[in-house]
């Protein structure tokens, strides 16, 4: 159990000469970093998860909600830390101070450390400003209300607009998938706006052409190479080009890290890392998911970089392990109001065109976070099982 919580308690080393193990942050790259290590560590680490809600929300299924494809799931924190043998302490990162290994809390309450991890996540700014900002389960309802709207011949036209800057691009395409096809008895007119060269350029040449396929089989206009600025009067204003005539606009947050004092961060406020997580200039500080400066913001990729971490950790805690290093392989679901569509890169360089898109599961378990200890330990002990929009492969 965690010690007392009373803002002069100093939480040590356990008695057990175990390596102790703070994980910030309640998110997936949280959650796979303290279920890895357990798999990989055993005893040689206690691991406690500092995080500031009482739930682990499993957000990439907030696109099909409007949709009745699927729901928003969420666990109880505390229950999933203890089922992989680690704690829950409520409370947020506020500092870190390297040289004497040692965080405080939002609370104030100091906590000693062997090995720190950031998985803290990025926060979701407003990029267009005017647009409904969908970023995630908060604003299902706005979009229920959007939809409705449309379907009653309110809204007529649809504008729905990828930021620059850091943002994860897939839900959008979601969105606009799934809206053509809820409103193809309309004459609704749609329109997608991307600054990418392709639509989801960063899966690949292959995959972006089944997407595209996609878009254009559903009536869905696509504007490449387009910088979307604002919403206003009616229309969408783009860089470069004529404005986008819409009733109302859709658009992606842009995402920024959170700072804390005594962590080197950039203008962003993310976190630079080496290929084993480790961050610039920290010792025994780690990080991993959106917090860092990798630029592809994704719940799979975020596992990755927890593996690496873990192994990384893992090893140091005296685990008989040769810690690999991050290797990015993107995998993305796209939902669509039939069957999913499943794409995969390898995205590190390098290694020649390696872009997929099928209709069979290119990865397992086949959710919408391809996550290696996490997706199983949902799977069997949390109880996400698989549906349409979360299914099992064929055997």
């Known amino acids: 159990m965690p010690g007392p919580r009373g803002a002069s308690t100093l939480v040590s080393m356990t008695q057990?000469?175990?390596?102790?193990?703070?994980?910030?942050?309640?998110?997936v790259a949280a959650l796979e970093t303290a279920v890895a290590l357990r798999r990989l560590a055993g005893e040689l680490v206690d691991v406690e998860i500092l995080a500031p809600s009482r739930e682990f929300v499993y957000r990439p299924l907030a696109v099909a909600e409007p949709f009745a494809r699927g729901e928003v799931q969420r666990f109880d924190l505390e229950r999933l830390a203890a089922g992989c043998g680690a704690r829950h302490r409520l409370g947020s990162l506020r500092s870190v101070d390297a040289e004497k290994r040692e965080i405080r809390t939002n609370r104030d309450v100091p906590i000693r450390y062997d090995a720190l991890v950031l998985a803290l996540g990025a926060a979701p700014r407003v990029a267009v400003p005017g647009a409904l900002t969908f970023r995630g389960p908060e604003d299902v309802h706005a979009y229920e209300t959007l939809l409705a709207e449309a379907e009653s011949g309110r809204v007529s036209a649809l504008a729905f607009a990828v930021p620059g800057g850091v943002t994860w691009a897939l839900p959008l395409y979601e969105l606009a998938l799934m809206t053509a096809a809820r409103l193809q008895e309309t004459s609704?007119?749609?329109t997608l706006v991307t600054p990418e060269e392709t639509p989801l350029a960063v899966f690949g040449n292959e995959a972006s052409a089944k997407v595209?396929?996609?878009?254009?089989?559903?009536?869905?206009?696509?504007?490449?190479?387009?910088?979307?600025?604002?919403?206003?009067?009616?229309a969408l204003?783009?860089?470069?080009g004529a404005?986008?005539?819409?009733?109302?606009?859709v658009a992606l947050p842009r995402l920024a890290g959170e700072f804390v004092s005594g962590v080197p961060q950039d203008g962003d406020g993310f976190v630079?890392?080496?290929?084993?997580?480790?961050?610039?200039?920290?010792?025994?500080?780690?990080?991993?998911?959106d917090i860092t400066s990798f630029g592809v913001k994704q719940g799979g990729l975020a596992a990755q970089q927890a593996d690496a971490?873990?192994?990384a950790i893992a090893a140091e805690a005296g685990a008989e392990i040769d810690p690999t290093p991050f290797r990015p392989v993107l995998r993305g679901l796209v939902l669509t109001d039939g069957g999913p569509t499943y794409l995969r890169a390898e995205i590190g360089g390098g290694r020649g065109g390696t872009s997929e898109a099928a209709e069979e599961p290119l990865w397992w378990p086949a959710g919408k976070i391809a996550a290696r200890y996490l997706g199983p330990y949902l799977a069997e002990h949390a109880g996400l099982g698989y549906s349409a929009s979360n299914p099992a492969p064929r055997a």
């Open 309 to 311: 971490v873990a192994e």
């Open 188 to 190: 609704s007119a749609l």
């Open 237 to 240: 204003t783009v860089v470069p």
């Open 243 to 249: 404005p986008v005539p819409a009733d109302r606009a």
């Open 212 to 234: 595209a396929e996609l878009l254009a089989r559903k009536g869905v206009a696509v504007r490449l190479r387009t910088y979307p600025d604002a919403f206003e009067q009616n």
């Open 16 to 27: 057990t000469g175990s390596s102790r193990v703070v994980v910030a942050g309640g998110g």
């Open 272 to 289: 630079r890392v080496d290929e084993h997580g480790r961050v610039i200039g920290l010792d025994g500080v780690y990080a991993a998911g």
